[in-house]
């Protein structure tokens, strides 16, 4: 049987140096699925139009890790995805409360659905770890989960001033402030680490952008900090993650 690759070979191209989130956009397009469908999850059900998908930061993570001795963090997961909202405007992304669904943009385009072939003649299932289950109406709401905005300082990522490493910064997280708000949060869920007196947490993390150091630089010191035996009997916060980024 005659058939053609259904994902364009230079899909790269389009990201430029954003290598990461070229590859990850491959991932979400091989997972997306091909046809309506309800799907049951571990939290409950959900509808999925064509090109949709649920999943999370972290377990886009842990498929990285899967498939590549070097993997990237839960929290650098959750920044490329919205770098492929907002930057490459590659896709939509809903937080939900069983999962974050995202929606390819042009994804009949992308992919050509008329191709749905493999070269053994087998038709591609990109959602082996779903269960369809069509006509089930026992479907769960997908509102929004609102995340906090309180501003305790000024945030960096909006107001940089002239600093050439603030400017990337901003360009890199066009949310401003939230993305603070969330990067802390995500911590607290990864780590299962609570933190104690959340706006010296917001005011350590500014201090830290301030510094020269970006949110992938603060995952390698959190990674540091959990691995070091002082702090995992006495427990850390932003402030001893700032004042181990100084000092190295």
Request: glycine content about 6%; proline content about 4%; aromatic content about 8%.
């Amino acid at each position: 049987m005659s058939w053609k690759v259904p994902i364009p070979v230079n899909i790269h191209d389009d990201f430029g140096d954003d290598k990461v989130a070229g590859t990850l956009f491959l991932v979400l397009l091989l997972r997306a699925r091909n046809e309506p469908s309800v799907s049951q999850l571990s939290r409950g059900y959900i509808k999925l139009e064509r090109g949709q998908l649920v999943c999370g930061a972290e377990e886009l993570s842990h498929y990285f890790k899967d498939h590549n001795a070097s993997y990237p963090s839960r929290q650098t997961v959750a920044r490329v995805l919205e770098r492929l909202s907002k930057i490459h405007q590659k896709v939509d992304i809903k937080t939900t409360s069983i999962g974050t669904v995202v929606t390819i943009k042009n994804y009949d385009e992308i992919t050509k659905m008329d191709n749905k072939w493999t070269t053994s003649g087998q038709q591609v299932d990109t959602n082996k770890n779903v269960k369809s289950v069509k006509n089930d109406k026992s479907v769960l709401n997908t509102n929004v989960v609102p995340v906090p905005t309180k501003r305790v300082s000024r945030c960096p990522l909006e107001e940089p001033g002239k600093d050439a490493h603030l400017l990337a910064l901003v360009s890199q997280n066009p949310n401003g402030h939230r993305e603070c708000l969330e990067y802390i949060g995500s911590v607290s869920e990864d780590k299962g680490h609570k933190f104690i007196n959340y706006p010296k947490q917001i005011l350590f993390v500014h201090r830290i952008l301030r510094a020269g150091f970006n949110f992938d630089q603060m995952d390698e010191g959190v990674g540091h900090l959990e691995k070091d035996r002082f702090y995992q009997e006495k427990g850390w916060d932003f402030a001893n993650l700032a004042q181990y980024l100084e000092r190295r």
